[in-house]
């Protein structure tokens, strides 16, 4: 055989043996040689060219693809066959109180979102939300709410994940700040809140608009007092960036609304403003929004025919607006955050920076005087309304963070704090060798802090309903 690697042949000259041909012709050497004939040859194995692989993988691929094409066509009948089976019966189907229960609760087929509860069951929780964590932190027009609700309920084909996400939000904020027993439990808090982050994508990027923003900060309100405070500050870092697009920090961004729509646009700002300034001091992290970069006024007050964010004494005529009230409280968190975490306090001497703190303990004493004697601590501990007390939990607890925090004297500033203690151990140590030690060593402002700091305990211990949720 001609070639570098001539095929092998085997020939079989003996019943017993086996041996290799080396290929030559017309004879192989072993036949010449027992003189014998070549009885085997190679089979052929010829291997197909490039272009004709290339062929039958082309042929491949074309019939798979016609038969994707089929059944995609096949898919598509059964779909539309469904879909006008579906339309004859809500045709023929009359208008029942039956019908609709079931409507409330149907999944919307056109977006895939989950059931509800009925409208029956949805309503009363909405309302007293309303009522009551929305009355003082008023992310929600009421009215406004009210008719999306039941906009959902008697459009079901008209359904969007945006306005699913409100619901969902709204149920979730409403079980989360609800005291138990307030009304028969329809789900849970997780369950809503699940509901919300499955969307959460679609709030995000979809066209923006009022709701996505009111979305995320119910979200944040949800993680406020959650352990990790991760999810908090990735969300109001989001709902400000939302917001700034849509101009909610600016006066000029809602001239062309109606005083009722501007409105509620400057207290979603604020709503976004309060959570930002406490989350960035829980976290140590610079606050997303500036104060420099605000043109809109703080709630009003003074109450007009709008209630929206005040709260009325025991006595039914002395009133306070509360979410004015926390706005200023946020602003002065701003300040204890730079006078204590910020980079540039950490350039300053200690002289420097208890000057500063000395300037921000004042602007606390200022806020403090403008609460009325009726929403003291002191007061509301001998009231018999727990629900304010369970309301002011809030706004006294960060006060009383933010003094302790310009005292040196909380341990979430661990640098002064363990300063501090380490001062202490050393003026124990003197006291038990006998020695003369005039007075124990203290933070600045010591003494308020310590008597603000019993005054809110008596408040808390007024308090039945012990949901971290207000002890922030």
Not at 145 to 167: C, E, F, G, M
């Amino acid at each position: 055989m001609e070639g570098a690697h001539p095929p092998q042949r085997k020939v079989i000259y003996h019943p017993r043996r086996k041996i290799k041909c080396d290929g030559q012709k017309p004879r192989c050497t072993t036949c010449v040689v027992h003189e014998s004939d070549c009885t085997y040859s190679a089979a052929s194995r010829k291997t197909p060219s490039r272009k004709q692989v290339a062929i039958q993988r082309q042929r491949r691929e074309c019939d798979l693809q016609s038969r994707v094409e089929t059944l995609e066509h096949q898919l598509g009948a059964v779909l539309e066959k469904v879909e006008k089976l579906e339309r004859r019966e809500d045709v023929s189907s009359p208008p029942t109180q039956a019908h609709s229960e079931g409507a409330s609760r149907m999944t919307n087929q056109a977006s895939g979102l989950p059931d509800l509860p009925s409208f029956q069951e949805v309503l009363p929780v909405v309302e007293r939300y309303l009522a009551t964590f929305n009355s003082i932190f008023p992310l929600f027009h009421p009215a406004t709410l009210l008719q999306t609700v039941k906009s959902w309920y008697q459009n079901p084909h008209s359904r969007d994940p945006i306005t699913w996400a409100v619901i969902n939000v709204v149920l979730a904020v409403a079980h989360h700040t609800s005291s138990p027993g307030d009304w028969p439990p329809i789900g849970n808090t997780a369950t809503y809140l699940n509901n919300v982050q499955s969307v959460l994508t679609e709030v995000i990027m979809r066209q923006t608009d009022l709701a996505n923003v009111q979305v995320l900060l119910g979200l944040s309100v949800l993680f406020w007092s959650a352990e990790d405070s991760g999810p908090a500050l990735i969300l109001i870092g989001t709902a400000l960036r939302l917001a700034h697009s849509l101009g909610l920090h600016t006066r000029k961004s809602s001239k062309h609304y109606s005083h009722t729509m501007a409105m509620q646009r400057n207290r979603v700002f604020w709503m976004a403003y309060i959570l930002d300034r406490d989350i960035s001091l829980q976290t140590k992290l610079a606050p997303v929004q500036l104060d420099s970069d605000i043109d809109l006024d703080l709630p009003p007050s003074e109450a007009d025919d709008d209630l929206a964010g005040f709260i009325f004494a025991a006595d039914g005529h002395t009133k306070v607006n509360y979410f004015r009230a926390r706005i200023e409280l946020a602003r002065i968190q701003g300040m204890v955050y730079d006078c204590v975490y910020s980079v540039s306090a950490q350039n300053l001497s200690s002289e420097e920076r208890a000057q500063n703190a000395t300037r921000i303990l004042r602007s606390l004493d200022e806020w403090s005087s403008q609460i009325p004697p009726g929403f003291h601590a002191a007061t509301l501990s001998q009231s018999s309304y727990p629900e304010l007390s369970r309301y002011f939990c809030i706004l006294y607890s960060t006060r009383l963070s933010c003094r302790a925090l310009l005292s040196f004297g909380s341990a979430s500033d661990s640098f002064h704090y363990s300063d501090w203690m380490q001062r202490l151990q050393e003026y124990g140590g003197e006291v038990a060798t006998g020695q003369v030690v005039s007075h124990a060593p203290v933070p600045q402002g010591w003494q308020t802090l310590a008597e603000a700091s019993r005054e809110y305990i008596k408040l808390f211990e007024t308090v039945t309903c012990m949901d971290t949720f207000f002890m922030r």
